[in-house]
């Protein structure tokens, strides 16, 4: 499976970006997916989580209102809008896919086998 991320950038505080996630390698359309994101000197955390049919979401509260998760199956692909960011949105983002589809929402790290190779996200005040 190989996870391919792009649409980071930076932007101002209050600013837009959407990332997208290009799966290949599978039918990733029966798998949930997530996104993670690391910050200098931070462990990596968890950011919002999608289920195989794109019908339920799940985000950390930190991005609750603002961000959304998405999925164009037939594209194969997972989507993060990114709305009204601030600078503690500053970070690596990673997009993520497990091997299995057991439990949902999946906020470890260890709960995902594959990765993409992140995309920087800048956010200046």
């Known amino acids: 499976v190989q996870l391919q991320a792009s649409g980071g950038g930076q932007v101002q505080a209050g600013g837009s970006l959407r990332l997208s996630c290009a799966a290949s390698?599978?039918?990733?359309?029966?798998?949930?997916m997530g996104w993670f994101r690391q910050a200098p000197g931070k462990e990596r955390e968890f950011v919002a989580a999608?289920?195989?049919?794109?019908?339920?979401?799940y985000y950390t509260d930190s991005v609750k209102g603002r961000f959304t998760i998405s999925r164009d199956n037939a594209k194969n692909t997972v989507y993060l809008q990114m709305n009204s960011l601030k600078p503690e949105d500053t970070a690596v983002y990673y997009c993520?896919?497990?091997?299995?589809?057991?439990?949902?929402?999946?906020?470890?790290?260890?709960?995902?086998?594959?990765w993409g190779q992140g995309t920087q996200v800048t956010v200046s005040s």
């Open positions: 999608v289920t195989s049919s794109g019908a339920l979401t």
């Open positions: 390698g599978r039918t990733n359309s029966r798998y949930a």
């Open positions: 993520a896919a497990p091997a299995s589809n057991t439990g949902f929402p999946r906020r470890l790290s260890d709960d995902y086998e594959y």
